[in-house]
Structures are given as C-alpha cells and as structure tokens.
C-alpha cells in the first residue's frame, strides 16, 4: 500500500521559477504557492511582497490555519526534475568508464555489477542510496532501470515509494546477447517475471500514483525477436509505458543491422514490434536517420537526451537543437552510470556544452540556452514520462513536486574551511534574479538543494533548513 502521508494545507512563500514555455523562463520574485491536502497546487499568487502579504492572500482563498513555508538566503522554488533515463543498478559505478565505448562497457563494467544484484542485501544497499542520492539532487521523478531480477526490482519500487520519490521502475528484458551468468532464460521466462514485477507494483500501488511498471526490454542486440514482439504486445494490451535504448552508438547500429536483417531501421525494430508508441521513452537517439525520425515523431515516442553518457562513452553529440526543432519531445536523463553523475543539474549544464559542441560544427542555431536545458529537465521530461499535466511547472492543478534552491547569504569577507565550502555560489547581493538563475544552473549542486517536495510530501532537506 502507499505510504500514508499526512499533508497540512500549506503556503509557500518566496520567488518561485519554473518554464513558461521552452524559451521562456517566468521567474517571480514575490510568489506565494498554496498547495492543499492532497498535494495540489490550489493558487498562484504573483504580488505577495513581504509576510504581511500572506494573511490577506490565504483570507481570499478560504485558508485558516495554513501552514506557512518561506525560502531564505537567495533562495526560490523550482519544479523537481525529472530524470527520463537512469539505471538504479549501475549507481556504484558511477565514475567508472574507463576509455571504453557501449559495447565492450556493457561486457566489462555493467553486466557484472548488474548481475551481483541477485543479492538482496547489496541491492538493498544500493536502491537505498541511489534513491536518497538523488531525492537530494532534486530529482522528483525517475524512470529507472533495475536489473533482471525480480526480488530486487521490486525492491527498488518499495524504495521509491517509502522514500516518496515518484518513479517508472522496470524489470530489465534481456533474453539474447547476454553473458550466460546474466539473462532471461527464455521469451516465456522473461515475460512472467516482466508481469510479476508489474503485479507487484500494482499490489503496493494500485493507481500507481506515485510508482508505476515499466516494460524494460534492454535495447534490441539483447532481445529476440518473438521476445521483442511479447513486450510489444504486453505494453499495447496494458498501456503500461516502455523504456528502451536506440541508436547510441555506431558499432551498435551495425550489430542491430546484422541482427534484424528485415527491419528498415533501428527504429523500425522496435516499431515493428508495437514497441514504438506514445508513451515509449527511447534512450539516446545520437544517430538516427531523417526517416527514423519521421517515424518516432508519427508514433509520438519520446526521446531520453543523455549528454554526460554520450560524451563519457564518446558515443556522439545528440543534435538536440534539430530534434526539437523537428518536433520531437525530449527531456534529460542521466544514464547513470554510461553518465558520470546522478544529477539532472549537472545535465543541464552537459546538455548547454554538447549543443555548444555541435554549434563550432553545425553553426549557432544549435545552440541550447540555458532556459531550453531547463525546459527539458521539467516541462519537457515530464512530457517524456507521460505527466505532464501533473509535474514539471507551477499551474494550478498540479502536484507540488518541487525543490526550495537557496543560494546562501551574500558574500561576506573571511569565511574560510567548512564555512566558504557551505555555499558553492558565491552571490554579491547586486545580482538580477535572471543571473542568480544563471549562477546556480553553472555553479550550483546539491548544496543549494534545501528541500525537496513530491505530491507535497517533505522527502528531502538539508539539515540548516527547518521549514
Ligand atoms: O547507455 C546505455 N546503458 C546501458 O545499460 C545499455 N544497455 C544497452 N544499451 C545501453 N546503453
Ligand atoms: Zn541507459
């Protein structure tokens, strides 16, 4: 059952930030936010300049005995990011890549890891920390990769739920081009684990409010075609979204040529298959042919842009610009751990530097702004996911899944060891919201990160902060 959560009616009280549309940011410096019992957002007011301003705002909505919440030190509210593509089980190699590429890091690094998570206890032990470690990033959503092996997924999704983070979490499918020590023994005996895990959330979250199922076939080269085609109709019979992988890496567009000699495209694998429809989530899209795209952005399939990976795994520059602009939906994702870090923050600023990239090749119109990266980390990643009229922004009528960012006091003459290591932007007190926005997208973490909010719950603070 989902964790029981009681919510108090509450006002939340300082500038807020969030995507007005991809360009635009609509940053608010006197905002007030109230959010009900249920984890809704029941008004927006924009006008609400000092504490005085609170009683008459909450008075006009009916509010008694609301509880007040306010952001101090530099600090504003921010949609939770989404993370559209991580792999909970590859969290402790984070930081380990090597000099190798996709194929031969699956072999070398991440088969091996993923198949220790058999053991329980280790398991434990990792979806534990990945969930807190990110919670504490501001990741309010995650769709996550566990592994192949059913007690251990389900207890990634236990996780999630007890800590609060909403999640996608999926049963990894690999029956094909697997080492024999790590793969589904066969089409029916992938398919029954894939289901039991599904039962499994349903059992602990029947509306899958907060974690939901995820059809998870790893990426075609590890997939036979009838258990390509199970998955498909499985995610078309129940409507349960997919996640996958395509087109990341040369050498793997090769194998998959070889592989399914009768398919089109890479993409048509999966089309061909009923895998490719409006609520699948595809990985990466680094090479992907104009044709392919013309068919993703007919089935209105969604695109998973994973800059740290690509460039950690030297895989290529996605042109994320071009697939925008050729009206696909994207958001970011960490692919932790072919991405080096678990923080979407840390995408944004990836996403910037790869588009910036591509830019000294293809010219300046493929350039990413600052505002566009933090679009694809909200707004766009909850399009990926498929939520988003419930997360991503600040209307009326969605959840409060949100973080409270503080920047710290302004800079002040002296502060040496733990005190100058406290806050990593140093602000001077003259700066535009515009550029307080700006410094902590380039200059900021975790540190700034001083409490996190999903569907109104509390699931993260630091400890200087009390509400
Ligand atoms: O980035 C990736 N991570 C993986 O684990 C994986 N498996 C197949 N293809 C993959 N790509
Ligand atoms: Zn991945």
Partial sequence: MAAAQKIKRTVYVGPFVHSQSLQKLDICPTGAIGVDETGKIAF???????????????????????????????????PGFIDTHIHASQYPNTGIFGKSTLLDWLNTYTFPLESS?????????????????????GTTTAAYYATIHVPATNLLADICLAKGQRAFVGRVCMNAMSPEYYRDESTEAAMRSTRECIEHVRGIDPGFEIVSPIITPRFAPSCTRECLREQGKLHQETGIPCQTHISENKNEIELVKELFPESKSYADVYDSAGLLTEKTILAHAVHLTEEEKALIKEREAKISHCPASNTALTSGSARVRQLID???????????SGGFSPSI??????????????????????????????????????????????????????DWDAQMISLGSVAEDGLTGDEIHKDPVDVWGWESWDERVAKWVYNGDDRNTAAVWVKGRLVHQRASFRP
């Fill in 44 to 78: 927006v007011e924009r006008d609400v300049k000092d504490i005085g301003d609170v009683i008459p705002v909450t008075q006009k909505h009916g509010w008694q005995n609301s509880q007040i919440v306010r952001t101090k030190d530099n600090g504003f509210f921010f």
């Fill in 117 to 137: 998570l058999s053991d329980l206890s280790k398991a434990r032990r990792v979806y534990n920390r990945v969930v807190a470690r990110t919670l504490s990033q």
């Fill in 345 to 398: 923050l840390e995408m944004v600023r990836q996403a910037v530097w790869v588009s910036r990239h591509v830019a000294m090749s293809d010219g300046d119109q493929a350039k990413l702004s600052m505002e566009e990266a933090l679009y694809l980390a909200t707004r766009g990643g909850a399009k990926v996911v498929g939520l988003a009229q419930k997360v991503g922004g600040f209307d009326v009528g969605m």
């Fill in 326 to 336: 050729q009206g696909l939906t994207v958001g970011l994702g960490t692919d932790v």
